[in-house]
């Protein structure tokens, strides 16, 4: 599910969340690292979890324009292509989804949320592709499948409100928003039409999975602990050694995302034999025109060509395997 970039940005925040404490330890680092992943994959339950709430919110106003005193033929027998879509059926029934959404408690339970969500549904029902799919008369597993990723890019993912939302309850879903998306339509391609008829309706339902937090046989656990470890442990002498590369600057005066950006660049060239040189390079320029200044992946190229220089001199960059040199 994550992917090597995103978990070098989660462990960029918590070096700088660190970075403001003088009285914390690693292990305390090392938790709020792991929180911050955590709370990434809820992000991503809460979305999926959010098809079923509109599925019951469609329910609700069908029973309550049934009750009307002079009910129309509309509200006597409702279009029910919304309500039945196959998509928000497997996502219902899916036992990980639900098992996970109890687990993170990941959930729109609360009048907050609930409120939220009404809000969500009646902007859906006004918006063109919700019409065109009531309206059309195309019916089948991958009309309804193709219509809800539509419906998530333009709809739900784009709700002002539901940002709003997410900002308010966590500072780290911003960064996280785009990624969960992502994996959110990722996870409904990847859905298949299950067979009504066949015997094992559990055994059915579990062939479409949600997306797992780590892929399955990585490493990426170990990676994320290594790399927040070592870039603590390492701190001094990275700071050092920056500073030495930065003589025209004082180091006080370099923007703090760019140390940071460098401490690990640096720390991972060192640390992990296994990942070349030039990818770590790469990734962590690519990160700072996201998370530094404009020209930042100038001056952080700069200087990390100059450690990569020294380091390899000083026979501290040690590379395993064919290709892994650069």
């Known amino acids: 599910m994550l992917n090597r970039r995103h978990l070098r940005i989660k462990v960029l925040q918590t070096l700088y969340a660190f970075s403001q404490h003088d009285d914390k330890e690693f292990l305390w680092a090392k938790k709020e690292l ?44 409702p279009n029910l292509k919304f309500h039945d879509n196959k998509i928000i059926k497997i996502l219902e029934e899916g036992a990980e989804l639900r098992h ?48 809800m990723i539509q419906l998530f890019k333009s709809e739900i993912a784009n709700f002002p409100l539901l940002y709003d939302f997410l900002e308010e309850k966590s500072v780290y879903w911003m960064d996280d928003i785009d990624l969960a998306c992502s994996m959110v339509i990722k996870t409904i391609k990847s859905f298949k039409e299950l ?16 997306l797992p937090l780590y892929k399955p046989n990585d490493d990426e656990e170990e990676f994320l602990a290594d790399l927040l470890r070592q870039a603590i442990k390492l ?22 995302m760019d140390v940071f950006l460098m401490e690990l660049a640096i720390t991972e060239m060192i640390t992990f034999s296994n990942i070349p040189t030039k990818v770590t390079l790469n990734e962590y320029i690519e990160i700072s025109k996201f ?21 390899e001199s000083e026979g501290k960059i040690n590379k395993v395997g064919r290709g892994l040199m650069k």
């Open 100 to 147: 996970q959404s109890e687990n993170l408690k990941a959930n729109w339970m609360g009048d907050e949320k609930q409120e939220l969500i009404r809000k969500m549904y009646n902007h859906i029902r006004q918006s063109e592709i919700y019409f065109e799919f009531m309206n059309n008369e195309n019916q089948g597993f991958e009309e309804d499948k193709e219509f």
């Open 34 to 77: 792991f929180k911050a992943v955590n709370q990434m994959y809820e992000l991503y339950i809460s979305l999926l979890m959010i098809f079923p709430e509109l599925k019951d919110q469609a329910e609700h106003r069908i029973e309550e324009n049934k009750k009307k005193m002079l009910p129309t033929d509309e509200d006597i027998n």
């Open 195 to 210: 067979d009504e008829d066949a015997d094992d309706v559990v055994a059915e339902a579990e062939k479409n999975k949600i």
């Open 291 to 311: 998370y530094s200044t404009p020209k930042s992946n100038q001056f952080i190229n700069g200087v990390l060509d100059k450690a990569i220089s020294r380091l």
């Open 235 to 256: 701190r001094p002498e990275n700071l050092k050694l920056i500073d030495d590369l930065t003589q025209n600057w004082e180091l006080d005066r370099i923007a703090k």
